[in-house]
């Protein structure tokens, strides 16, 4: 009798420890499931919470495997799935909360509803930057708050995971983008086609007044939480402007919204993985990522440095440090 394959991949045995290499039996897919083998794992600041034992909502326990955006090709496809076949590169966000296994592992199997064809226009490798980051800016930008064409959206974080998504994707639906950030990454938010501000030297109530006249953003999208959604409700435009957050999680007053007749709405893009409702969303707003990826206007912000599975913490540390420039990728097949 053959034994099962294994596979060697990064695990998480007890919080706040480094990962270790453990031998795992390779997964096998199910119904609705295809088996992936990871090209690549495309690393987010949660990676390092879940790491340190500071992402209860992440509801990922150790021991663990961890890596939420993956890349790869598809290996073995389950019954009843359809629009997969061995060979097929594809990408999504598929694991690393909620209990399932992550893309630091050779091998995954992932729900085929969160997965789309990856972009014939980027390396794979590359691609595995873009899920997360797209997922969240696209819920928050298409899905709450409608943005469309000759609209002005304010971006905080424009050089960040989601906010460099949210200018990309903003300038691809036609709205004047005006982003946020530090002095050093002027040309890379620049570059994506949004008017750069940097937030140190630029007060809210001045962006609003050289932008818009006084009036406010028709959509302003805040990725950092604490004071700086306290400044996008101030910077929502007078009747009928849309403040939408991916870090809303703390205590905030309303009355600058309220008086503004504006609106909120907050992102949280774990939802579908830890549910297992509205999987297919996911999928589809994949497919809009390979869409724009492949017409030019799209690119994930990469960080200079590479990393092999081998050294998955020294990846996680950078990804911790704040200083990566760009998303970090960790090559594995």
């Known amino acids: 009798m053959n034994a099962s394959p294994r596979m060697t991949a990064l695990r998480l045995e007890r919080a706040g420890t480094a990962l270790v290499f453990a031998?795992?039996?390779?997964?096998?897919?199910?119904?609705?499931?295809?088996?992936?083998?990871?090209?690549?794992?495309?690393?987010?600041?949660?990676?390092?919470?879940?790491?340190?034992?500071?992402?209860?909502?992440?509801?990922?326990?150790?021991?663990?495997?961890?890596?939420?955006?993956?890349?790869?090709?598809?290996?073995?496809?389950?019954?009843?799935?359809?629009?997969?076949?061995?060979?097929?590169?594809?990408?999504?966000?598929?694991?690393?909360?909620?209990?399932?296994?992550?893309?630091?592992?050779?091998?995954?199997?992932?729900?085929?509803?969160?997965?789309?064809?990856?972009?014939?226009?980027?390396?794979?490798?590359?691609?595995?930057?873009?899920?997360?980051?797209?997922?969240?800016?696209?819920e928050g930008l298409v899905d709450r708050a409608h943005l469309g064409a000759g609209q002005t959206l304010l971006v905080h974080g424009g050089a960040g995971g989601v906010g460099s998504m949210a200018v990309q994707l903003g300038v691809a639906l036609g709205a004047r983008v005006v982003a946020t950030g530090r002095a050093g990454q002027a040309d890379v938010i620049t570059a994506m086609g949004a008017t750069f501000f940097d937030y140190r030297a630029s007060s809210i109530e001045s962006i609003v007044e050289t932008c818009t006249g006084g009036e406010g953003f028709d959509v302003v999208y805040d990725t950092l939480g604490g004071a700086t959604l306290d400044a996008s409700f101030v910077a929502a435009r007078r009747y009928g402007g849309h403040?939408?957050?991916?870090?809303?999680?703390?205590?905030?007053?309303?009355?600058?919204?309220?008086?503004?007749?504006?609106?909120?709405?907050?992102?949280?893009?774990?939802?579908?993985?830890?549910?297992?409702?509205?999987?297919?969303?996911?999928?589809?707003?994949?497919?809009?990522?390979?869409?724009?990826?492949?017409?030019?206007?799209?690119?994930?912000?990469?960080?200079?440095?590479?990393?092999?599975l081998a050294d998955g913490n020294a990846a996680l540390d950078l990804v911790e440090s704040g200083d990566a420039g760009g998303k970090v990728i960790v090559e594995i097949g």
């Open 23 to 138: 031998d795992l039996p390779v997964p096998r897919p199910e119904a609705g499931e295809v088996r992936v083998r990871v090209v690549a794992a495309g690393l987010n600041p949660l990676d390092a919470k879940i790491r340190a034992g500071q992402a209860a909502h992440a509801k990922h326990p150790a021991p663990a495997v961890l890596g939420l955006d993956m890349a790869g090709i598809v290996d073995t496809v389950g019954t009843d799935v359809i629009g997969f076949a061995p060979g097929d590169a594809v990408y999504g966000l598929t694991g690393g909360v909620g209990g399932i296994q992550g893309s630091l592992a050779p091998f995954a199997v992932v729900d085929a509803a969160l997965l789309a064809h990856a972009p014939t226009h980027l390396p794979l490798a590359d691609a595995a930057a873009l899920p997360l980051g797209f997922i969240t800016a696209w």
């Open 243 to 308: 403040v939408v957050s991916s870090l809303g999680w703390g205590t905030h007053s309303l009355a600058p919204l309220s008086f503004r007749a504006a609106t909120y709405s907050g992102v949280f893009t774990l939802m579908p993985l830890l549910t297992a409702k509205g999987r297919e969303a996911h999928g589809r707003i994949m497919a809009e990522a390979t869409r724009l990826a492949d017409a030019g206007k799209l690119r994930p912000v990469l960080s200079a440095r590479r990393f092999a």
